[in-house]
């Protein structure tokens, strides 16, 4: 029998899984199989620097080359996973190879959500998760006046902050009352609207989108309510859907997500998954909980090593993120939702402010802008208040 590690996805997680391996002394092949044709890269830049100042794709990559060499870490790069066979303990790729293995991990995080639009397969509509991806953007958003983005979530508005910064006309669309109202409560979300209106986004609350429009490629958007918006391009940041399909059609038990217990473990002995696709419980929070940030993909690898290695770890952070729009640096720690108190410290006219949340007088969360201070302290005590 194969004792080897096989990870299926060569992203942040797993990038991580095999380092705390290495480092924790395991001895066995490690074999790394992602669908991209880079090795593990952040992908946090794509939609601030890399975008804009376009420097080389290597400056995105975790780790120097050599790393992998050196670590005895076999990566298969440009290689898709078509099934897992749990029982035979066998991946089978798309090439038609297969690979046995002792441990299994699923690393294969999310992929944009597609728009079941009229028009959203035209050319000229791009979205921003790879690096393949803002390779294909970035020379059309050179020859691009005006842009329609189509989401204001975290991605659709650092993107829009970027193409402002290259004075571009940007209309940006959001379905719901508010920005960013997945993640951030309304008074993060009010003043983000409010800064990107003053620097010329034209934002559109309460948008629906009928059609992208154009022949040959696209040419603009119609809404539901009938208005025409004319573009060069169109970015479709709705969000992200996730990989689970191959997890879900191997028997392993999947909800929005492979369901994992505190060591990333599934039902499937010695299967594992960790980052954007795995659903662990949160004690913390009282529910299971999918993340979608680096810091989940980086603990949750390193809690999966621990467990492979024996040295079980209980896995339940407080989970924190960012996001950069302009010279705003949002910092999010905690989860917000549910809260029945919200509480601004400092003022949100200076741009450096931070929002507490509560339910039932404990903190839960803290959103600061441009605040690290205020970020750092309120981390630690949600983790006190939370634990
Ligand atoms: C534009 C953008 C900006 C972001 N900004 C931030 C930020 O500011 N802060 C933050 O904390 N997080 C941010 N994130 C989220 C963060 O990048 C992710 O949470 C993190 O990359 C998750 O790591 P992962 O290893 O789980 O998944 P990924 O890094 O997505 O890696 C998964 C890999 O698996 C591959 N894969 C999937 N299926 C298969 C298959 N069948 N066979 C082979 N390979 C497969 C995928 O193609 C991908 O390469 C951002 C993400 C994006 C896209």
Redesign the pocket.
């Known amino acids: 029998m194969s004792e080897a590690v096989v990870v299926?996805?060569?992203?942040?997680?797993?990038a991580q899984l095999a380092a705390s391996l290495r480092q924790g002394g395991f001895g066995a092949p490690i074999v790394v199989?992602?669908?991209?044709p880079y090795p593990p890269y952040q992908?946090?830049p794509?939609?601030k620097k890399f975008l804009i100042e376009r420097p080389a794709p290597d400056s995105l990559y975790l780790r120097a080359p050599g790393f992998w060499d050196e670590q005895k870490v076999t990566l298969m790069l440009g290689?898709?996973?078509a099934a897992v066979d749990a029982a035979a303990r066998r991946v089978m790729l798309a090439d038609r190879r297969a690979i046995d293995f002792g441990i299994l991990a699923f690393?294969?995080?999310?992929r944009a959500r597609a728009l079941p639009l009229p028009g959203a397969d035209l050319p000229g509509v791009f979205s921003?998760?790879k690096i393949d991806d803002i390779r294909q953007l970035r020379p059309a958003l050179d020859d691009a006046r005006r842009a329609v983005i189509v989401g204001a979530g975290y991605?659709g508005l650092e993107v829009a902050a970027g193409m402002r910064a290259e004075g571009r006309e940007v209309t940006l669309l959001e379905a719901e009352d508010r920005v960013m109202k997945r993640v951030t409560g309304r008074a993060i979300s009010d003043f983000f609207d409010a800064f990107h209106r003053a620097r010329g986004v034209d934002l559109r609350l309460g948008a629906r989108l009928a059609a992208i429009t154009g022949e040959a490629r696209a040419t603009g958007v119609r809404l539901a309510d009938g208005a025409e918006i004319a573009a060069d391009l169109v970015l479709v940041a709705t969000g992200a859907k996730v990989?689970d399909e191959?997890a879900a059609a191997a028997g392993i038990a999947c909800e929005d997500g492979i369901l994992v217990d505190e060591s990333a473990a599934t039902n499937v002995a010695g299967v594992y998954a960790i980052?954007?696709?795995a659903r662990f419980p949160s004690r913390r929070y009282g529910r299971h909980i999918r993340l979608?940030?680096?810091?989940?993909?980086i603990d949750q690898a390193k809690a999966a090593a621990a467990a492979m290695l024996g040295k079980g770890e209980r896995y339940d952070p407080v989970p924190w993120?960012?996001?950069d729009q302009y010279d705003l640096k949002l910092q999010i720690a905690g989860l917000m939702d549910g809260h029945d108190q919200a509480d601004t410290i400092g003022d949100p006219a200076s741009a450096r402010f931070s929002v507490e949340y509560r339910k039932a007088g404990r903190l839960i969360a803290v959103d600061a802008v441009n605040d690290g201070r205020a970020y750092m302290t309120a981390r630690r005590r949600i983790a006190e208040e939370t634990a």
């Open positions: 299926i996805g060569a992203g942040q997680a797993a199989i992602g669908d991209e992908r946090p794509l939609s290689t898709p996973v690393a294969t995080g999310t921003v998760r991605i990989n191959i980052g954007d696709c979608e940030c680096v810091q989940n993909a993120f960012w996001s």
